[in-house]
């Protein structure tokens, strides 16, 4: 009797050790939040369709599908960077002033442009919520909206960049001026993630001289961190 009350004893000790690493086990819900913007417009340009997935650690996934008309062939684009801390934390503060997405929050105003269709996901654990619209009046969002739309315009912009720096080195000049004027505006957002077709272009002494102090004044901006343009606006 008293062997087989220790071997019961044994098991259940055995048993309780075992628990916590089952509820580690791979697969279980992630409880790190992520923040989603997704975007989709047949006549959008430069992107028909887009997403943007931000983590909690800063990781940033985009992937769009460009303007076939712009190219001439709709391809596909994908890159990762980390988002700049200050963003990140802007991200956050808008989320929740948005209620995580939860509610109603497109506009009731009839007669407003169509500008595509857009998706905000808030994801963490077990508790998930999302909300599509075309225009939305919250300042929350509007801010979003502006953040998101200006990282996809700053990736085109270095996609496009790496393109003409294979084939078009003169053309150059006039891409770089104008990343400068959208910088300067606000509505380039996250240059860090093209910084490495900036520096090539500023280091290759092939390259003209007015490219080249573009593209170094570009990263000047980069290291500098986010635009400080981020009062409400609405959106593009």
Request: overall charge neutral.
């Amino acid at each position: 009797m008293k062997v087989f009350c220790r071997t019961i004893l044994l098991l259940s000790c055995l048993l309780s050790a075992t628990l916590p690493s089952r509820a580690q086990q791979p697969g279980a819900v992630s409880s790190a939040p992520t923040v989603t913007f997704k975007f989709h417009w047949d006549d959008g340009h430069p992107w028909t369709d887009y997403t943007v997935t931000l983590a909690e650690n800063g990781a940033t996934h985009f992937a769009g599908t460009a303007n076939a008309s712009d190219n001439g062939d709709g391809e596909s684009f994908q890159q990762d960077f980390t988002m700049s801390e200050a963003n990140r934390q802007k991200v956050s503060e808008w989320a929740k002033g948005a209620n995580y997405f939860q509610g109603q929050f497109e506009s009731k105003q009839k007669n407003i442009a169509r500008t595509g269709t857009k998706t905000l996901e808030y994801h963490s654990g077990e508790a998930n919520s999302s909300m599509s619209y075309n225009y939305s009046p919250n300042p929350n969002i509007q801010q979003l909206t502006k953040l998101f739309q200006s990282i996809a315009l700053t990736l085109d912009y270095g996609r496009k960049l790496a393109f003409q720096y294979r084939f078009d080195k003169l053309g150059m000049d006039t891409r770089l001026k104008e990343l400068t004027d959208m910088q300067a505006s606000g509505l380039a957002e996250e240059l860090q993630a093209i910084e490495p077709i900036l520096r090539k272009i500023a280091d290759d002494p092939n390259i003209m001289h007015i490219a080249r102090l573009e593209a170094k004044q570009l990263l000047k901006s980069a290291s500098s961190g986010p635009s400080a343009a981020s009062q409400p606006t609405s959106q593009p």
